[in-house]
């Protein structure tokens, strides 16, 4: 018997096809798989070395040892997906939910600059972010424009791709000139220092990192520079070996992400709190010309250390401020008191642990911000740089053929994160136009529902001639449980196989009964019977046994959740996954425990709603679909 034709049934649900940046640049790809770790350098070895698996999907800190501070937080009791888990849009804003874990495996976390041996104070948890980001910005697109100079501050100054909340380049502490000292946690020092020599955290948490350039503030996960992890998911021209260990502590430091640019431009890797994107570290060479050749964006930073007209702090002392600290930072002189120095540049105080040892170098002699060859001539690689005081240029870019402002990561030809990292002092555009939110108030559209959302897909299929076994691999959701069914002519069904369990985002399936000599095809679907306990965006823990479906109304709703009292299927009590309403009507993903509905019925998903003032009159609305237990 020959097999000439294989095919999978399969539920496909095509996505709306979208020119908005804003809606489409989120890391979505792996939102079924849920949030990692690992807890120590030990569990990461072994894992990279054998075949167990030491990653761990829940976790407690206090189970450990305290750090060298005596402290110790961060928990996760529950599952949790990673990444965005929601993405809706109105006329006017895009609404991004997210666990703010990342998707790859995060961690180990050490607070050792010398070895590490000490666990770092604090491990990540579900931060229940929402954001709302703007999806028109207005801008002026000359060079000379400049922004209001709003600081920075620290904390979340908008989001990454992946949901993960983005950080200036502050540690938030600073030198104590009357201590003689930084302030920070276990310094003895009261108070966060003098703000005058601002402490960078790359230099001085580093060693706190993980792989993927992140650690959390508590619980509160976040990159300060460069994320190569992120940037590898994304494809942005970053290499990952999965059987290199961590270890950035060692003489010879190891990460198994390495830079290697692939030759694209870099994707939008995040967006910041003023409506710009921020793209990885590569651009097209002329701001003005998309077919002129793509290289990495050279910061507009460097180090005072004599060079290019700099001063030389290592023989001037910390006795002056940069320039651009008075241009976007708000000082009024560069000129300090003796009671304003900073600690003489030593191997303890390194060139480098201040904000305030860098210089701008459009304030130096011989350097020049390149804007194409059109302004500017050829590049010249010794004296140009592309990115301004705030880490930004205006360029056009694959997003915006037309041009655009938009950040740059800034890194080393290595990969190795170059000052101002993401963000500088202050934000180039203004920063009241993003930031998080507690609710929706507005009529919003569903473009991604999260991980319950998510249709599975076929990847695979391989058929043994000799065996006749026929293997299958298809995209599926962590946690859940499937079952596949198989027909020989579309119109009956075998839906007696037992569920199997997805194993990450994936599930493997094997149909080891033998094809009939007469018939040559066969085909498949699968179908989602369970999803595991998992913790939602939103903090509630969805219970075992329940399913998720989407289910279609007509009539009067409400533009969004809040008048919702109550959502029941087959009298079970579910809850509103995804909500987005049409005209008229809605259409509504209710996750609900399926256990005791009977097999073999439709059931209706009925929503309980408040009538709007003055009446208040209770409302019910039924669907009109089913869902077949």
Request: hydrophobic share 30%; aromatic share 10%.
């Amino acid at each position: 018997m020959k097999l000439t034709l294989l095919i999978p049934v399969l539920a496909v649900i095509a996505a709306p096809a979208f020119a908005d940046p804003l809606i489409t640049t989120w890391h979505t790809k792996d939102a079924g798989k849920y949030a990692r770790i690992w807890q120590t350098i030990d569990d990461e070895t072994t894992q990279k070395t054998t075949s167990t698996t030491t990653s761990v999907t829940t976790w407690n800190r206090t189970l450990f040892p305290v750090n060298d501070a005596g402290v110790r937080a961060g928990d996760q009791t529950t599952a949790v997906y990673g990444g965005v888990q929601a993405i809706s849009y109105s006329a006017s804003y895009v609404y991004v939910r997210a666990t703010g874990l990342g998707t790859h495996t995060m961690g180990p976390w050490y607070d050792n600059n010398t070895a590490r041996n000490t666990l770092f104070a604090s491990w990540p948890g579900n931060a229940k972010l929402l954001w709302r980001f703007p999806r028109t910005v207005t801008m002026r697109s000359n060079a000379s424009y400049t922004s209001a100079k709003t600081a920075t501050a620290p904390g979340a100054c908008g989001l990454f791709a992946n949901g993960v909340p983005l950080f200036n380049t502050s540690d938030t502490f600073s030198y104590s000139n009357a201590n003689a000292g930084d302030a920070g946690p276990g310094s003895g020092i009261t108070g966060s220092g003098d703000g005058v020599w601002n402490r960078d955290a790359f230099t001085n948490e580093g060693p706190t990192f993980d792989s993927g350039n992140s650690h959390q503030a508590m619980e509160s996960h976040h990159y300060h520079a460069n994320p190569p992890a992120l940037r590898h998911l994304l494809g942005d021209s970053v290499d990952y070996n999965p059987n290199v260990v961590f270890n950035n502590h060692a003489a010879v430091k190891t990460n198994p992400y390495t830079e290697n640019f692939n030759g694209k431009h870099s994707p939008i890797i995040g967006w910041v709190k003023d409506g710009l994107p921020i793209y990885g570290p590569y651009g097209y060479s002329d701001p003005s010309d998309a077919a002129s050749s793509v290289r990495r964006m050279i910061t507009g930073y460097q180090k005072r250390d004599g060079t290019n007209g700099s001063a030389n702090l290592a023989s001037t002392g910390r006795s002056t401020r940069p320039q651009w600290s008075i241009t976007i930072g708000g000082k009024t002189g560069t000129a300090l008191t003796s009671g304003q120095y900073g600690p003489a540049v030593s191997s303890t105080f390194v060139l480098g642990r201040y904000m305030e040892d860098y210089d701008y170098k459009g304030d130096l002699t011989g350097l020049r911000r390149y804007q194409g060859l059109t302004i500017s001539g050829a590049y010249t690689a010794s004296t140009d740089y592309d990115l301004n005081e705030y880490n930004v240029r205006f360029c056009k870019t694959p997003e915006y053929p037309t041009g655009t402002w938009a950040y740059f990561i800034s890194i080393e030809a290595n990969g190795t994160p170059a000052y101002p990292y993401n963000l500088a002092w202050a934000y180039f555009g203004d920063p009241t136009v993003a930031s998080a939110v507690t609710t929706i108030s507005e009529t919003v559209t569903s473009h991604f529902g999260g991980a319950p959302a998510l249709e599975s897909a076929n990847q695979s299929i391989d058929y043994n001639t000799g065996t006749q076994n026929i293997s299958l691999v298809w995209d599926a959701i962590e946690g859940g449980s499937y079952r596949v069914d198989t027909s020989t002519n579309l119109s009956t069904w075998d839906d007696t196989a037992a569920s199997i369990s997805a194993s990450s985002n994936k599930l493997s399936t094997m149909d080891t009964t033998a094809i009939p000599t007469n018939l040559s095809r066969k085909f498949y679907r699968l179908t989602r019977t369970a999803l595991a306990p998992y913790e939602s965006v939103t903090g509630t823990v969805v219970s075992a046994g329940n399913v998720t479906h989407s289910f279609t109304f007509t009539g009067n709703l409400p533009p969004d959740t809040m008048p919702i009292t109550g959502v029941t299927v087959g009298g079970v009590t579910g809850s509103v996954t995804t909500y987005t309403k049409t005209t008229p009507g809605a259409t509504i993903i209710v996750t609900f425990d399926k256990t005791t509905l009977t097999v073999g019925q439709n059931y209706t998903a009925v929503l309980s709603v408040t009538g709007p003032p003055p009446a208040m009159t209770p409302m019910t609305f039924t669907s009109t679909n089913t869902y077949t237990r």
